[in-house]
């Protein structure tokens, strides 16, 4: 319908023989001022030498006859283009969405181009905290939606498993080994008292600390995504990655680009050359290579797969790398701006309207497992992703949990859930669901065309969030969907009209449950890209 409209004002505009300009509709901000407008006159008014609301009279003349379907195009305010619709163009759009079903949101936009997107990467030091939690929706669901844009997603986690806090945590794995056998050990200074070190210790059965415990650690890790509903491509270790050809051979590019200089043993990046506030150590003084050397090969090794497009999601504490990683792919003779780097802030879980104290080497902290085992999988997903990824986020553990329309997440599962108890009902009243017996004549209340109008800015929705790679939209969407049918559904009770299973009117009965199907087919389609579930049949306990 908008790609219709956005035609004809171009045409129209072409015919008043002024310059091509964006043709863009929106949703007017007050009712009563249409269905659609458009700002296009003020963007022609500088070349038709014209005021705005004059520009805008000629093109609504050049409109005329108005199709059809176009119910009303007026002249609003300095300029502004209002447009109302006909009520039997939107039932005719439901007939799209019900067409296409689960494909319905899909575009072309990403043309089946190849991106790889690297998320949670979280030391196999311990188990996942809250972040890598937010992290893993925040990644898997932005994956989901990319593909329904037309990209060719790759789900990567890399595992750290070189280094000191490597080094720290296989000796506090020994020394809660020996405790274990009854012998005196001590956590090395800096390194893990987490309790889950003392199960893990009783585990070993050979003394070979480090890799038996980054094998268990890395297991652990898998489950807990797993069991989040987060499956990656490939899991890439960071010591395979630096004892392979590919690791010396990028540095040799970058020595050999002049980017690498020697200063008091130690080999540094000129990263200050790209816009970093300092250079960068590549290799230290006593040979030991940093992280930052292998994050720099990784990153060409990436391209280096004929990824069109990469996107990592750093967590809270690594701002600092953001400029020198974009450092390291231009040096490399990359496109900088064909890498993406999002930041996934701190989450800080609240209990009784307290902060839940956390600290992963100290033992004391909420993992992962523990999240999910108290509020589910489902809460957890919807609660990361009702806010943006770059924002610092307050759980509210108590809120999660509820079973009520008081949580979110449950509110929009709902929603699903009662219009499927609304098709069983039906059937109770031998009502046989009949897409085909629905009538436009029927579709007559406004709110009908309100949800209508709901339902087809689902698209754009999903075209948004994969542009700006932020996803909280889309659960802030499902709500506002959810609100919008509960509203429309509880007037039945005060009016007759809204009545949707009604056995003496069966054209108005399969016209409303045509509509619900295809508000039940949105948000099945919605909470899927989430990763949350929709569920057939819930009870609110309030």
């Keep these: ?202 585990k070993l059965t050979r003394t070979d600390f480090k890799k038996e415990g980054l094998k268990a650690m890395v297991a652990w890790q898998k489950e807990s995504l797993k069991n989040f509903g987060v499956v990656f491509d490939r899991w890439l270790h960071q010591s395979a990655l630096m004892k392979g050809p590919k690791f010396e051979k990028t540095l040799s590019v970058l020595q050999n680009k002049g980017h690498l200089y020697e200063q008091e043993g130690a080999l540094f990046f000129r990263t200050t050359a790209f816009g970093d506030d300092k250079d960068r150590v590549v290799r230290k003084s006593g040979g030991e290579y940093s992280y930052f050397a292998s994050d720099i090969v990784y990153h060409a090794d990436k391209f280096a797969r004929k990824f069109d497009r990469a996107v990592d999601l750093f967590g809270p504490d690594h701002h600092g790398y953001v400029a020198r990683t974009q450092a390291g792919v231009q040096a490399l003779g990359f496109d900088p701006a064909r890498l993406t780097i999002l930041i996934v802030q701190q989450v800080n879980l609240v209990r009784g309207g307290k902060v839940v104290k956390m600290s992963k080497r100290a033992g004391e902290m909420v993992t992962m497992d523990d999240l999910l085992e108290e509020v589910g999988k489902d809460s957890a997903r919807f609660f990361f992703l009702m806010r943006s990824g770059n924002t610092h986020l307050d759980f509210d553990l108590d809120l999660a949990k509820k079973q009520s329309l ?111 199907k295809n508000i039940q087919i949105v948000l099945q389609n919605a909470l899927g890209l989430m990763g949350i579930s929709a569920p057939e049949r819930m009870e609110s306990k309030e």
């Design 406 to 516: 008081d949580n979110p997440v449950f509110y929009v599962q709902y929603a699903h859930a009662r219009i499927a108890s609304v098709f069983r009902k039906a059937r109770e009243y031998k009502i046989k669901f009949r897409p085909a017996a629905a009538r436009a004549d029927f579709f007559d209340l406004p709110e009908e065309k309100e949800l209508v109008k709901r339902l087809l800015e689902y698209p754009e929705v999903l075209l948004r969030a994969a542009k700006e790679l932020e996803p909280h939209g889309l659960a802030f969407y499902c709500l506002d969907l959810a609100k919008q049918f509960q509203s429309y559904y509880s007037r039945a009770k005060e009016d007759p009209r809204y009545r949707v299973v009604d056995p003496d009117n069966l054209p108005r009965a399969q016209t409303k449950l045509y509509l619900l």
């Design 1 to 202: 319908m908008k790609r219709k409209l956005e035609k004809l004002l171009a045409d129209a505009v072409e015919r008043l023989k002024w310059p091509p300009v964006p043709v863009t509709l929106e949703l007017p901000k007050q009712k009563g001022h249409g269905d659609l407008a458009t700002p296009a006159a003020f963007l022609l008014a500088g070349p038709a030498k014209k005021s705005p609301r004059d520009v805008a009279a000629l093109i609504v003349e050049k409109l005329k006859p108005l199709p059809a379907w176009i119910e009303k195009a007026e002249v609003a305010g300095p300029g502004f283009i209002n447009f109302t619709i006909h009520g039997s163009a939107y039932f005719e759009a439901l007939g799209n969405i019900f067409k296409q079903k689960g494909k319905f949101g899909s575009s072309r936009w990403g043309e089946g181009k190849k991106i790889i997107l690297e998320f949670v990467s979280a030391n196999p030091t311990g188990p996942l905290n809250v972040v890598s939690a937010r992290a893993a929706a925040v990644g898997d669901t932005l994956a989901k939606i990319l593909k329904k844009a037309g990209f060719k997603p790759h789900c990567e986690f890399y595992v750290n498993d070189v280094g000191h806090q490597i080094d720290l945590f296989a000796q506090s794995l020994e020394a809660r080994y020996r405790e274990a056998k009854g012998e005196a050990a001590a956590i090395p200074e800096g390194g893990y008292h987490g309790e889950y070190l003392k199960a893990l210790a009783k």
